[in-house]
Every structure is written in C-alpha cells, then in structure tokens.
C-alpha cells in the first residue's frame, strides 16, 4: 500500500458482526463510535401512534424566508459589505422572496448601518417584510428596534438556546429561570413594538430538536399569549434543527408534535429552520413541510455556519419538479448563481442540484442513448399536441427538470469522454455541427472517439468531436487521390456519365476518368473501376444540414473498395458534389 495516499487509515480488522449475511464481511472499524448517544437516548421524541405527515403530499409552497444576509453572512471568512448586502437583497426581491432576513443590527455596525439604509434608501417594496435578528438582551433589543425605524413590515425575531447542554454548558439557567429570562426579552419587544407600527415578532428556541418537547411548548405557548397573537397579528414559532442529529423523519414528528399542540394555531406561523449537518437538511424541511410547517428558513444554494443552511435552491425546485409553482422565480439561474457567488465569495460546486455546471450532464453512452431518444419524443410529443417543446409535459429520461426553465440551453447536456457511447455522440454532431449520422456509421465513429479519448484520458469537446469527424471521413476526399474536373450529364434517360480528372497527389500525375451507370455516383463507380479500382456502393444516405437555399448538404456513403468496406462522408451546398465528395472519401480512406 502507498502510505502517502492511505495516510492515518486503519482497516477494520474487528470481528464480522454475529448473524451476519455471508455477502457481507464487514468487519468492526476502529472508528470510537461508542462516544455518540443516539437521538432518542438525548430527548424525547414523540411518536404518535396517529402520526399523519406520512401520507401528506405538499401541493403549495410555503413562504421561503432568505437568511443569506445573517445566517449566511457570519458564516463567511469575508462578511458581506454594503453593497453586496445590496446587491444580494435585490436579487432576492427581484426573484419574488416577500420575507428577508436582513441582519443582525446589534451586532455589528455593518449590520445596523444597512438595516437603516434599507429603512431610508426606499429599497424595500410595499409587500416585502424584512426580519431583523436579536438575542434576548435588553440593550440589544433596544438597538433592533432603532435600527428598524421608518420600515413600515417588520419581524423581529428573538432567539434563544433552548437544549439542555446549552443551559448546563452556555447559559448556565434552568428550565425556569431560562423561561423567565425569555419572557422579560419578550416583554420589551412587546413595549417597544406598540409605537412602531407593522411589527411583528419572532421567536426561535435555537437547538429546537434537542430540547424536551414539553418545553418547547411550554415557552412558545406562553409568548403566543405574552404577545397575544392573533392571526391579523401572527407570531413566528421558528423550530430549528441547529445541529441534525436524527434521521428526517424524527425532525418531522417533532414538528407535528408542535403543530398538532401549539395554542391558538391560528394565529402561529409554524416556521423551520434546518441545517446540514446530517446532509438531510432538504429532506428535514420537505419532510417538516409535510408535518405542518409553513415557513422555510434558509440560504441559497445551503450557505451557512459548518455543513450550511438548508438550501432554498433545491427545495423550490424539487416543487418545481413536482408540477407546484414555487413561487420563485428561476428562469435565469445562471445569473442567480453568479450574485451568490459574488456576494459569498465562495463557489458553488459543479454538482449541486439543479445549478452546478455539471448538472445536466451524461457522460454515459446508456444515459446519452436515453437522453436523446427522450428529446426525440418531446419533439414529437410537442407536434402532436400543437404546443411549442417549452410548454409540453416533460418526460425525458435522467433529467427532472428541463434545462431551458431554468435558463440552460441543451449544449452541455451530453459530453463525451471516454465513457460515452454512439447515441451522445451522435446528439452532439447532429446538434452542434448538423451532422446526422446513419446509425452504423455512428457505430463505427464511437470507436474512433472512444480511441482518441482513451489516449488523451480527457474529455472530448463537441469542436473537437467536429474535428474527428471531419479528419476520418471528410477530409480524405483531398487526397491521395483528388478529382479535378468532373462533370455528369444524363446522355440518355436513366443512363448517367460522369467524366472527369483523377489526380495523384503524391506524385502529381493524372487519370483520366469516363464511365456510365443508372446514376452519377453508380457512373463514377464504373469511372473508377475503368480506372482500376473497384468500387461498389453498399449504402447512401443526405440530407441538409440546416435551413434555407444556402445551407450545405451532407452525404454518406458506404463502399466496398478492393474487398475492404468504408464508409466515406462528403458536405457541399451541391448535393451531387456532396455525393462525390463522399465516395472519393471511402476511396481514399482504403
């Protein structure tokens, strides 16, 4: 073994579990694993012999909640400045987001400065709430609500750790005594929203999905009556899963618990705000959705402290893959990709969902076949029912969304490497250089490029699949052997003479060429065979290689030449010359 790629691995060397399949040697790891109590022995989770989000399906999308210019901002190596804050938050009102979280004003002078810019600037539609963040402190409390001054939709949102470890560890309060200070936080809230109009308020129990359920109700419950909320004036109930520590389903039962026991339901937004430590951040907010939550808290593209937020990129267009309208706007997502990264300072990686560069992409000579074949029964699909391709169901196999609703063309759906197969290959040179192979040809080509791209180890570009095609089958109409002058002419009807020069380019010396057959390439076979080389024409097929009077014509041939069979291609705006072109082709490639 290389020591400077295994580095500190140990292979598991325990014994194979008793009861084990015989398929199955794994054996016990060295990993500490014994350390980490699972979920249900760290807190209560209800199970409800009724549980009914299971057979729920989400047929509306709740209201999304950015928090890219808080939570994801002080997860940043780089913070935010001003104007990407703004450029960030426009492009948020632009995609159509009603509720932004906009910062943390008490705690940094950035934060208080851009909230009062959006407060004076005039930046923040009529229909846009913006949220602003606190921790329950008096003096930032104070600070949050100057900072808001002026905005007319507000939500103040108060958070606190809820958990156990945090009360023992962090906080050093018991259930009570943490309740109490809560309440006093939420007090002043209440005193400070009554002279400022269009104020809202929020409440978060950080740590949601590790603290005793009882509790959590407990607290919400009483702010839902402190604030005496109503549902002309709803109050916030936001349930994070601060750090996953389950499988989705158990964050969803703990949401339906809540769901299914909050006072005055309807005057509470039930929000979620899961992150990714798990990797099921997505799944937890599907799953919670479904359970009873209205409100999805989160970043675009999963921005965030350790493993990220839950990425509100994904979540709509999952809906959006599911016939629901998400209610956001991604018809250009390329542009939305660049403003994040611009604004984070952090790419997104080539394979997330949806928008990562590689996406859309096959690279497997089953997939391509797939693809394609699918894009020729959306086409046809489309004509029957008379609607233009963008507006006809889509079913096209390996891809969950159509590329072009999100503002991708199709040119980088299928590439070509040395994994690939004759029907992306041959998708790529009827799309990009208007080339339609006949399939045995595009059999035998798949070799070519399968060979190439074995000795380069890289992918093949479609410029560079053009280029092949044209080195191994069009290109040898130029030579060793050339024809100069020619000419066909129909002497007498269904008998075809083709004349013309045969030049050697090795050695310069010419051939004069005659013969007649029942058409001008079967009389240029004969032409050849006169020569002393004989030709026979075992397939043809042309067709135009885009529209209009000028658009060139390409033919393919496949010939028997001296006992050999090969097949030869020929492209001129004449389709006779095309024809000829694409026997000398076969010839030359002997």
């Known amino acids: 073994m290389n020591p400077d790629v295994m580095g500190g691995l140990r292979t598991p060397a325990g014994p194979v579990p008793q009861g084990a399949p015989w398929w199955n040697p794994q054996r016990g790891s060295a990993m500490p694993s014994y350390r980490y109590r699972p979920a249900h022995r760290r807190v209560e989770i209800p199970r409800p012999a009724d549980r009914q989000w299971p057979g729920r399906r989400t047929e509306r999308a709740p209201l999304w909640v950015p928090v890219d210019l808080r939570d ?17 938050f426009d492009l948020m009102v632009t995609m159509g987001y009603k509720e932004i979280e906009v910062g943390y004003p008490s705690a940094s002078r950035t934060d208080f400065d851009f909230v009062r810019h959006l407060a004076t600037s005039g930046a923040v539609p009529g229909d846009v709430t913006v949220v602003v963040f606190t921790a329950a402190r008096a003096d930032l409390i104070e600070a949050t609500f100057a900072s808001i001054r002026g905005l007319p939709r507000t939500v103040v ?41 269009g104020v809202r308020f929020q409440f978060s129990p950080e740590v949601f999905n590790l603290t005793e359920p009882d509790y959590v109700l407990e607290v919400c419950n009483g702010l839902t009556a402190l604030w005496d909320a109503s549902p002309e004036r709803p109050v916030v109930h936001n349930l994070p899963a601060t750090v996953e520590i389950a499988t989705p389903d158990v964050y969803a039962d703990q949401i339906e618990y809540m769901h299914r026991h909050l006072e005055r339901r309807d005057a509470v937004i039930l929000s979620v705000h899961p992150h990714n430590d798990r990797g099921t ?3 937890c907010a599907e799953l919670a959705v479904m359970a009873g939550a209205q409100r999805v808290e989160g970043c675009l593209f999963g921005n965030g ?17 599911q016939g629901v309208d998400p209610m956001i706007d991604f018809s250009d997502i390329d542009a939305v990709r ?8 952090l790419p997104v990686p080539g394979r997330h969902p949806y928008v990562g560069d590689l996406v859309h992409t096959a690279y497997s000579g089953t997939h391509q076949d797939a693809i394609k074949k699918g894009f020729d029964h959306h086409a046809r699909r489309a004509a029957e029912l008379g609607v233009p391709e963008s507006e006809a169901p889509w079913e096209v196999p390996y891809l969950p969304i159509d590329p072009a609703d999100i503002g991708r063309d199709y040119e980088a ?23 339609e192979l006949p399939a045995p040809l595009r059999a035998e080509f798949s070799q070519v490029v399968q060979s190439a791209a074995d000795d380069s180890g890289a992918e093949v570009t479609a410029e560079q699949l053009g280029e092949l095609f044209a080195a191994e089958y069009l290109d040898p109409a130029d030579g060793p052997l050339a024809l100069g002058d020619w000419r066909t002419a129909e002497d007498t009807p269904g008998v075809h003479e083709f004349t013309g020069v045969l030049r050697h380019t090795g050695d310069g010396t ?30 043809y097929t042309e067709h135009a290689a885009g529209t209009g009077p000028d658009s060139p014509a390409v033919a393919y041939v496949r010939c028997r030449v001296g006992g050999a069979v090969r097949w030869g291609a020929g ?20």
């Open 571 to 590: 492209r001129d705006t004449s389709v006779l010359t095309a024809s000829v072109r694409a026997v000398l082709a076969a010839v030359n490639r002997r």
């Open 338 to 345: 660049r403003t994040v990264e611009h604004c984070n300072r």
């Open 305 to 321: 402290e350790r493993t990220g937020n839950v990425d509100l990129v994904t979540l709509a267009l999952n809906l959006h893959t």
């Open 157 to 197: 949102h108060l958070y606190t750790a809820t958990a156990p470890t945090w009360r023992d560890v962090v906080i050093g309060r018991g259930r009570r005594e943490l309740r109490d200070m809560i309440e006093e936080a939420a007090r002043q809230m209440a005193r400070l929203g009554e002279a400022q109009p």
């Open 413 to 435: 759906v299928i590439r070509v490497n040395s994994q690939s197969g004759k029907g992306g290959i041959g998708y790529l040179l009827a799309t990009r250089h208007g080339l």
């Open 72 to 88: 994801g901002n002080q997860a940043l190596a780089e913070p935010m400045d001003p104007a990407r804050k703004r450029r960030m």
């Open 281 to 283: 951040g997505v799944a």
């Open 510 to 539: 010419e051939t004069k060429l005659r013969g007649r057959g029942n058409g001008p390439l079967s009389a240029l076979a004969a032409a050849f065979a006169d020569a002393g080389t004989e030709v026979d024409i075992l397939d």
